[in-house]
């Protein structure tokens, strides 16, 4: 992608690095500044096309042991997978909740709670995208999702189903989970699609939890397939949504499979099909000079301790109006950067084609695949004192991130500057834009502060 960016400087730095896992967020950092800062949408386009070829271009191993490249054995799909419907009997659900904090905000609490997360842990199209996509629920019914990553805990599976909402659920074969998620839509309102072997026997939902499920890494032509299908079988519209994780570079192998079924759907045109994704807060971004102003008053509110220890921001001006922040967290590894980049580049690039894209940041969430790692799970207990930076629960992540899905889907297609500016916007970042501290910096005493004094903001 450098070199496609005329910049053969971080092209031959790139190459030439000795010790990738611990310097890439620079060179990372420098690559997307300079996606940030092309105009001309023809070349970013292009150049975003040479990133993705780049990721995607992994080997596959078929059911008859032959290994070609992936992109040929999606061209050439064998069907693998049938449909099983699973109808809720409930009543679509009307009322938005948040829970947080013990209290599951609706109406005017929902709106004041938003009021007091805006210029704070949120930009102010954030929270008033939460305000009004939490009035959007009926809007579901009729609609059709097709949900990458169905366990995940920041996904919307769950509320779309109890909205009415038709989901086709990608999940790998775990029976127990399929069996909870099976009980979860029989009360729903909605209608869950289950991928299950074809010619598989079912009588009831024990034997389909038993059977149901599909490897979108082992398994990306019968995967793609099905998807595919039930897109062109849904009468009204659809939306493919990726909310996919996995630990080290199956993360990276996951992201470019789930990108063959993005190509794919894409066949069905801009006026039936949609596309959902949920950024990292931890990746840089370009941000609003109204964030970059608010660090320094966060930074003169600071205690003694951080103006010592703390190491600044230094924001780059791109243009009039934003600034360049550099927010890859080297212990996150570069797999995780990459995974999060190419899902980035992809909504970028749809938004140039005139799809609409729903892709904002999603907050520092207690979610399973971020606590596990212990020193995460004690670093998010900890980042609240230094506000106004807060984690959160991952239901109220979840149910934050729904009303910006809603929103979204509800609204026209935006204008923005460049393609690239599709992540920025109702950006829910944990308050990472306007600290004035590089995280890492204080990661240590924020350590220290998660174990000894763990805090919720205020």
């Known amino acids: 992608m450098a070199a ?25 950092d420098q690559l997307v500044e300079s996606l940030f800062a092309v105009k001309d949408v023809s070349l970013l386009q292009r150049v975003l096309h040479t990133g993705l070829e780049k990721v995607r271009g992994m080997e596959f191993e078929s059911s008859d042991g032959k290994i070609l490249p992936l992109s040929q054995a999606v061209a050439a799909p064998t069907s693998k997978y049938q449909t099983i419907k699973v109808h809720g009997t409930g009543t679509p659900k009307t009322s938005f ?32 995208a939460i305000k009004s996509g939490s009035q959007q629920l009926a809007a579901l019914q009729g609609r059709t999702f097709l949900v990458l990553g169905a366990n995940s805990e920041l996904g919307p599976l769950r509320p779309l189903l109890e909205a009415g909402a038709t989901v086709a659920a990608v999940a790998t074969k775990r029976p127990k989970r399929w069996k909870e998620l099976l009980a979860f839509a029989r009360q729903s309102a ?28 082992s ?9 595919l299908r039930c897109g062109r079988a849904a009468d009204g519209q ?32 801009k006026e039936k099909v949609s596309f959902a994704y949920l950024a990292s807060c931890s990746t840089s971004q370009s941000i609003p000079q109204e964030a970059v102003k608010a660090q320094e008053v966060n930074f ?9 220890f703390g190491k600044r921001q230094v924001c780059t001006p791109l243009d009039g109006s934003r600034c360049f922040l550099r927010a890859f967290e080297v212990l996150q590894g570069p797999n995780y950067a ?38 995460m799970a004690v670093v998010l207990e900890g980042v609240a004192h230094f506000p106004p ?10 149910m934050a991130m729904f009303a910006i899905l809603l929103s979204d889907l509800t609204e026209p297609v935006p204008e923005l500057a460049s393609p690239m500016l599709i992540t920025t916007r109702k950006a829910f970042h944990s308050g990472i834009w306007r600290t004035p501290f590089v995280m890492a910096s204080l990661g240590k005493t924020t350590w220290f502060l998660g174990k000894v004094a763990p805090k919720k903001a205020p």
Not at 4 to 28: F, M, N, V
Not at 105 to 119: K, P, R, V
Not at 190 to 216: F, I, K, M, S
Request: with cysteine; net charge negative; hydrophobic share 35%.
């Open 4 to 28: 496609a960016l005329s910049r053969k400087d971080l092209d031959d730095r790139i190459k030439s690095e000795k010790d990738w896992r611990h310097q890439y967020s620079t060179h990372l």
């Open 97 to 128: 909740e948040l829970p947080y904090k013990g209290q599951k905000l609706t109406g005017s609490a929902l709106e004041a709670q938003c009021d007091q997360w805006s210029n704070g842990p949120m930009e102010p199209d954030a929270a008033s």
């Open 190 to 217: 909605g209608t869950l699609l289950v991928p299950c072997p074809a010619g598989q026997e079912v009588n009831n939902d024990e034997d389909l939890a038993a059977v149901a499920g599909a490897d979108l890494v």
């Open 219 to 227: 398994e990306t032509p019968q995967v793609v397939e099905w998807l």
């Open 238 to 269: 659809v939306t493919l949504g990726t909310y996919l994780y996995a630990d080290g570079e199956a993360n990276v192998r996951l992201t470019a499979a789930s990108d063959y079924a993005v190509e794919a759907l894409k066949s069905l045109g």
């Open 300 to 308: 003169q509110a600071s205690g003694q301790w951080s103006k010592t």
């Open 338 to 375: 990459l995974a999060q980049l190419t899902r980035q580049w992809r909504a970028a690039l749809l938004h140039s084609e005139g799809f609409l894209v729903s892709s904002p940041l999603a907050p520092m969430c207690r979610t399973e695949s971020v606590v596990h790692n212990p020193t």
């Open 389 to 398: 930076q807060e984690a959160y629960d991952p239901d109220a992540g979840r």
